[in-house]
């Protein structure tokens, strides 16, 4: 007979500035060489989009010349490579109270999206006795061996959590629905200082609707300006930023893998090669990592992300699939058209490396400190969340 589960301990992070820490493993190192500038910058208390035309207005570039590969976290202290294609610039002119630059050289290329091999991760969690230290080292620990269930979190469903409502409505092409899903009255809970837009903007009073978004609200702004000017539902949507309207569809695969992971989990089949499935593996994760092994981890079972290019999978793991999708209420041929997702796998098992805990105190408290790598697509508050009760969010 097991053991009955002991409750986790409770404990908040990004309590503080610096409590989050992210440090990107990067797959490559500048060439000295080109007519890119690669820069090593640091981040604080900014989001991803708000950083990148950040940079492209001090280079006097457009966002798109800009190269990463990948987007960090807003509430944390991050660290990694982007490339912008421009001339010599001195690039102190980029310095700001929320980005500095580190380091700065010549390279011949763009980085692309999905060029780096992982994150490390230092977290503080606060409100949390220190004698929780010890169960919180064996829970990583249980992670580091058996490996972490490799769920899309909060960040990827975003405000209000409802992304992949709104982008099911684009993959059916329900326009009009979309608009009141995002802009509208059809989904609680909103802040109350949202209710007269929205209700302006269900009624169809556009222009007055977006009057009373902040301007910092530029694409619901412009949305609401185009329907204004009498544009249909579909041509508005079409103005969205292309970034922003993969982030909705991105959601909705997103919930997909989070179910068809839930239910192996269930089963407890989540690290267990099925019949059909199709396998990923994590040796040049470990490959970067000399003093880890990779064991058990090594070729672990993937998931779907729905879309026009998804390699299909086999036997009983396709039916699990594709039950998974009928209950998202979509059907594939939804993730065909010009604006569905191009599709792919992700593992439902990853490694957690060099995990590390110790009890510490500063000037505002004591805490624990956690250290640990996971390799590109992880999260790390998918850790926190095995290890801690974080309550509310």
């Known amino acids: 007979m097991s053991e009955p589960q002991q409750p986790k301990p409770a404990g908040r992070i990004r309590s503080r500035p610096g409590d989050f820490l992210v440090e990107e493993l990067s797959a490559f190192e500048p060439s000295g060489q080109g007519e890119h500038l690669a820069l090593w910058v640091r981040k604080e208390g900014i989001d991803h989009r708000s ?12 966002p ?27 690039a102190t002119v980029i310095d700001s109270r929320h980005i500095g630059v580190l380091q700065a050289a010549r390279h011949d290329r763009k980085i692309k999206l999905g060029h ?15 004698i929780a230290a010890p169960g919180i ?3 990583l620990n249980k992670l580091s061996q058996a490996g972490l269930p490799n769920h899309f979190m909060e960040q990827r469903f975003g405000y209000r959590g409802i992304n992949a409502s709104i982008g099911a409505c684009s993959l059916r092409g329900q326009w009009e629905e979309l608009i009141d899903v995002w802009l509208g009255t059809t989904l609680q809970p909103w802040p109350e200082v949202e209710q007269e837009r929205r209700e302006l903007c269900a009624a169809g009073k556009y222009r007055e609707a977006a009057d009373r978004w902040p301007e910092s609200w530029a694409p619901e702004r412009s949305t609401l300006e ?4 009498g544009a249909t539902a579909q041509e508005a949507i079409a103005e969205v930023p292309l970034p922003i309207r993969r982030i909705w569809t991105d959601a909705v695969q997103a919930t997909i893998f989070n179910d068809v992971l839930n239910e192996r989990l269930a089963a407890g089949t989540a690290s267990t090669l099925l019949d059909g499935d199709i ?15 990779a064991g058990d981890l090594a070729t672990v079972p993937t998931g779907p992300l729905w879309g026009r290019r998804l390699r299909a999978s086999g036997g009983t793991t396709a039916v699990a699939e594709e ?10 041929r939804h993730f065909h058209g010009p604006g569905a997702p191009a599709g792919g796998r992700r593992p439902l098992i990853i490694p957690v490396v060099s995990p590390h805990c110790e009890p510490g105190f500063d000037d505002h408290g004591s805490y624990v400190e956690i250290r640990f790598t996971l390799p590109k697509g992880g999260y790390a508050t998918a850790v926190v ?9």
């Open 323 to 332: 039950a998974a999708l009928a209950r998202s209420g979509l059907e594939e």
């Open 226 to 229: 185009h329907l204004a000017r």
């Open 64 to 90: 798109g010349r800009i190269g990463w590969a990948g987007m960090k976290d807003r509430d944390a202290v991050t660290m990694q490579w982007i490339t912008v294609q421009c001339s010599d610039i001195d």
């Open 279 to 293: 396998t990923w593996s994590h040796e040049r994760f470990f490959d970067a990592l000399p003093d880890a092994e």
């Open 116 to 130: 780096l091999t992982g994150n490390r991760f230092i977290i503080r969690i606060r409100e949390l006795d220190p």
């Open 385 to 393: 969340d095995a290890i801690i009760d974080r309550g509310e969010r």
């Open 51 to 62: 950083m990148i035309r950040t940079i492209a207005s001090a280079c006097g570039v457009r």
């Open 137 to 139: 080292h064996r829970a």
